[in-house]
């Protein structure tokens, strides 16, 4: 049995499914930023606490003000999430009753979000309803591995709560729910000071009793994410200066303390039989263009747009590079990270930069990405082919948009050197770095720096 | 520039050369006084006239292209670069040599180009996919489907690659490279552009085990019917992506030798065609005649 409501939500569900699998025409994918944007917890929450505001902030509007009149309406007739959330609900109506003594943890999600939004951290930004849901459709690109499938686990976990407990997720747990939930009392409350006329039945919560609730929660968050914010920025700090600290060193990548000393020490470092150790060990992670130079892991709500955005599939999901709270992030994978990958961030590309709900990547113009630096390639020495092996090579310059590779005549064949002035970290070199093992990789950038040194390809 | 390294290249591969070249044509045609090949050189400005012209002193297409022919043309169109930059073979000449084959009767029309940027970014600034509305061409960037792993019986390093089929299976197979810079190969000409054809793994390959001797290689096996070389306009420095410096020959360059092509196109860059090795490797590998005294080089204005 279809009633019209059920029809419309299915509709808005298929349309939303087409929007976040991407399967769009080109011109259309821009679109893509809608359905998470249409949260007030990522858009607004985001611009909160990034304190910058564009076009996209505008989308979380309208579920800001629709509940003060409407309630709930857009959880039991729009959302997505929700919808599936009940269908599978509905398959176990023998537990319906189950989450009666649950509290609405929901509700003290969303002050918490809003609370640490304004301190400048967001906690939980990615339990976003409308995230989760985007995160699990994004995921569903070629090539599919379980690396790319991680943004999809909370769509499932969803469901499985619900299919456990019915209705847990939007009465009890949805913090885009509990925001609506205080914004209809708030609504509420607003009509009934104008006149006894337009009553609802009263809340259980006495006015102070609410109020204090509501302080206690955006208290509870704005202290947290005062903590949050603290520590990442030390994080962001030392990091930065572990880059800086292997710029230093010639390296330009992180390379382990130790060893680096010990080469130095025994001047192997720039010498022609130098033992660089070029593995992964603290190798920084790549950021996709524009991402915010802090607090880039609390702004990122994992909706797995820009993954999906990105026509190259160079963004995976980070598995811990990034600390315990970058889990899920963002980072780019060039081919020394992955092997099928043959291709590289390019220059007229800004695909991921436009795909942001929340400001985590802001949104570059081409002119602005050629001149962003996302990260910074090495040559290992030892392992080029031109350097090594005395062969015709640098391919690594052929590819270069930038210009950044220096060529040095050695043993009659041009050798290639990074120069970090110009080198945007966009991987084109390590692209097609045809030496076994890769010659040179890309390292990512604790900031991504603007470069002065005008891009050619402009 | 690389005495060593070419030093080395001869070591290597001269005396296997010798025997195998010398017995082969074209070279044992110049122990007579004719020729061992002939290059039109076609200066002017209207590139599709410069064609017309430079393919009538070749005989006419009809020498080339027969109708029900499936004709394979070979570009460079590697990089997101714009026509006026050089990066690309120009959108002018691809168009009139496509329009010329569908003039001819050609059943199908392949342009086959494993770009280096991302081909839609690539085919649309180079000029050529606008250049290319509204004929039956189809310009593609192949995918590991449309390869096919084919022997190269006289390569000395490169014993296989993975060229496209359309390639293969043609009847008249062209090849259309733009003169320009090349960090690796000092060149880039008619040989080095088969580079733009084979799979990205062969191309690694090739720079693993020596470059200019798996071009040379690969150009045993590969036989275009004719060469056209744009040197319209030729990129002097930051090749073979550019952008860098230009110089305007205004010329096409037609010949149905490849060595003998990039011979005289060398010569646009004031280097002696045997200061590239692959150059050098091709004629000694008998793919075509590399020596300047021993190639006609016709001249005409259009």
Redesign the interface.
């Given at each position: 049995m279809m009633t019209r409501r059920n029809l419309l939500r299915l509709v808005l569900f298929a349309a939303f499914v087409l929007l976040a699998l991407g399967v769009l025409p080109e011109a259309w994918r821009g679109w893509s930023v809608l359905l998470p944007g249409l949260s007030p917890l990522l858009s607004l929450g985001g611009a909160l606490a990034a304190r910058s505001a564009g076009l996209l902030t505008l989308l979380g509007l309208p579920l800001l003000v629709l509940p003060l009149f409407k309630g709930r309406y857009f959880c039991w007739r729009l959302c997505p999430m929700g919808f599936a959330a009940e269908t599978v609900s509905r398959l176990n109506r023998r537990n319906a009753g189950l989450i009666r003594r649950v509290p609405f943890v929901g509700k003290g999600l969303a002050l918490l979000i809003i609370g640490s939004a304004a301190a400048g951290w967001p906690l939980l930004i990615w339990t976003d309803p409308l995230c989760i849901f985007n995160g699990f459709f994004a995921a569903w690109r070629s090539p599919l591995t379980w690396l790319s499938a991680a943004t999809a686990g909370g769509f499932v976990l969803i469901l499985l709560a619900s299919l456990i407990a019915p209705n847990i997720w939007c009465h009890r747990l949805c913090p885009l729910g509990g925001l609506q939930e205080w914004l209809a009392q708030l609504g509420n409350r607003l009509r009934a000071a104008r006149g006894p006329a337009a009553q609802e039945a009263p809340t259980a919560l006495s006015r102070a009793h609410a109020g204090r609730r509501v302080f206690l929660g955006f208290a509870l968050g704005g202290v947290t994410g005062l903590l949050y914010r603290r520590f990442g920025l030390q994080a962001a700090a030392a990091a930065a200066a572990h880059e800086t600290a292997a710029c230093e060193r010639g390296q330009g990548r992180g390379l382990g303390q130790g060893r680096q000393r010990r080469e130095r020490a025994s001047g192997e470092q720039d010498t022609g039989g130098h033992a660089c150790s070029c593995g992964t060990e603290h190798r920084l992670a790549i950021r996709p263009p524009g991402a915010a130079a802090t607090g880039f892991n609390a702004l990122c709500a994992r909706c797995g747009n820009c993954m999906a955005a990105c026509?190259?599939g160079l963004i995976l999901p980070d598995l811990g590079t990034t600390g315990v709270d970058g889990l899920f992030t963002p980072v780019l994978a060039f081919r020394s990270l992955n092997e099928q990958q043959?291709?590289f961030c390019?220059?007229?590309?800004t695909a991921c930069t436009q795909a942001c709900p929340t400001g985590a990547l802001r949104p570059l113009a081409v002119a602005r990405k050629q001149q962003t630096a996302i990260g910074l390639a090495h040559v290992c020495k030892s392992r080029c082919?031109a350097w090594e092996k005395?062969?015709?090579?640098?391919?690594c310059?052929?590819?270069?948009?930038y210009?950044a590779i220096i060529?040095v005549e050695r043993?009659?064949?041009?050798c290639p050197i990074v120069d970090a002035d110009k080198c945007r970290g966009c991987g084109a070199c390590e692209s097609?770095?045809?030496?076994?093992p890769i010659a040179i990789v890309v390292n990512g950038r604790a900031r991504q720096p603007v470069l002065a040194h005008p891009s050619?390809?402009l | 520039m690389n005495a060593v390294k070419r030093r080395s290249f001869l070591k290597t591969s001269a005396s296997a050369a010798a025997v195998g070249a010398w017995q082969t044509t074209p070279l044992g045609a110049q122990e007579s006084a004719a020729p061992a090949a002939t290059v039109i050189v076609v200066h002017g400005t209207d590139i599709p006239k410069m064609l017309a012209a430079g393919i009538a002193k070749l005989g006419g297409w009809g020498a080339f292209i027969k109708p029900g022919m499936k004709v394979a043309i070979k570009p460079n169109v590697a990089w997101n670069s714009k026509p006026e930059q050089g990066g690309n073979t120009h959108p002018d000449l691809v168009r009139a040599c496509v329009l010329a084959a569908q003039a001819q009767g050609a059943a199908k029309i392949s342009l086959p180009e494993n770009t280096c940027h991302p081909e839609k970014s690539t085919f649309q600034a180079s000029g050529v996919a606008d250049a290319l509305k509204g004929t039956q061409a189809r310009l593609y960037r192949p995918a590991k489907e449309d390869y096919q792993k084919v022997e190269i019986p006289k390569g000395k390093i490169a014993k296989s690659a993975g060229v496209p089929k359309d390639i293969l299976e043609c009847d008249c197979l062209i090849n259309m490279p733009v003169a320009k810079h090349h960090s690796g190969a000092t060149l880039t000409l008619s040989m080095k552009n088969w580079m733009g054809s084979v799979a990205n793994e062969d191309r690694r390959a090739w720079h693993r085990d020596g470059l200019h001797q798996c071009i040379a290689d690969f150009n045993t096996f590969i036989r275009p019917k004719l060469v056209i070389i744009d040197a319209t306009r030729i990129m002097l420095t930051k090749g073979p992506q550019g952008p860098g410096d230009l110089e305007h020959p205004h010329e096409l360059i037609l010949s149905t030798d490849p060595v003998a092509a990039d011979a005289y196109a060398a010569t646009l860059f004031k280097k002696a065609p045997f200061d590239i090795a692959y150059i050098q490797l091709g004629h000694e590998m008998g793919v075509g005649c590399g020596d300047l005294a021993k190639i006609k080089v016709e001249r005409i204005e259009a």
């Open positions: 026509p190259y043959e291709q390019f220059q007229e590309c082919i005395h062969e015709y090579c640098v391919v310059q052929e590819y270069c948009p210009h060529e043993n009659g064949v041009m097609q770095c045809p030496a076994l050619p390809q | -």
